[in-house]
Nanobody
Framework: EVQLVESGGGLVQAGGSLRLSCAAS????????IGWFRQAPGKEREGVSC????????YYADSVKGRFTISSDNAKNTVYLQLNSLKPEDTAVYYC????????????????????WGQGPQVTVLS
């Protein structure tokens, strides 16, 4: 059974930073693509970042490019999302997701392609 356990959400002032972690069990991140998504109240879930584990490619939404960084620790089977220069509009529940779908490379921010999801920590950015 695939389990994705996230941590690292919280409350932060605008301009601050947080690091989200996504620890996996039941899979090896070597074989899976990992995506980070977020969902704000009343809005659709949107893709934030994605790491294609098989070749290391990374993808970022335009809204977070230059501010967020996705990385991984193979030894810990954990993927991170570093959130810097946070803005109030970054406030959302953040989810990590994993899948092996070959279509993720073409549409890395399509949540329908990801079959396993974490529980979603809250990130709140105060203005």
């Amino acid at each position: 059974e695939v389990q994705l356990v996230e941590s690292g959400g919280g409350l932060v002032q605008a301009g601050g930073s947080l690091r989200l972690s996504c620890a996996a069990s039941g899979i090896s991140f070597d074989d899976y693509d990992i995506g980070w998504f977020r969902q704000a109240p009343g809005k659709e879930r949107e893709g934030v970042s994605c790491m294609a584990r098989r070749d290391g490619s990374t993808y970022y939404a335009d809204s977070v490019k230059g501010r967020f960084t996705i990385s991984s620790d193979n030894a810990k089977n954990t993927v991170y999302l570093q959130l810097n220069s946070l803005k109030p509009e970054d406030t959302a529940v953040y989810y990590c997701a994993a899948d092996m779908s070959p279509y993720i490379r073409d549409t890395p921010f399509d949540p329908e392609l990801f079959g396993s999801w974490g529980q979603g920590p809250q990130v709140t950015v105060l203005s």
